[in-house]
């Protein structure tokens, strides 16, 4: 029962050990990302993403019409 036990908290110290260093590693790296690219660079994306997605939309939405209306006009003719 002791071996077993043993193996236990080791596994769990292991587990404890991999999980801090991970965590520790992308905090890191969320620094170096900030640093780098600037503390809002995330959210300026973020928005001109929206954005893009928002004109898409629009776009498609206005191809469609178009396409619609030119079947439309064709049946009509």
Do not use: H, P
Not at 8 to 29: P, V
Not at 30 to 44: K, S, V, Y
């Amino acid at each position: 029962m002791s071996a077993l036990y043993n193996k236990g908290i080791e596994s769990f110290w292991l587990y404890l050990i991999l999980f801090t260093n991970s965590l520790l590693s992308s905090l890191y790296l969320q620094d170096r990302f900030a640093e780098i690219f600037g503390m809002d660079a995330a959210a300026e994306s973020r928005k001109s993403q929206e954005t893009f997605k928002k004109w898409l939309l629009a776009g498609m939405t206005l191809v469609t019409g178009v396409v619609v209306g030119s079947l439309f006009a064709q049946k009509r003719l």
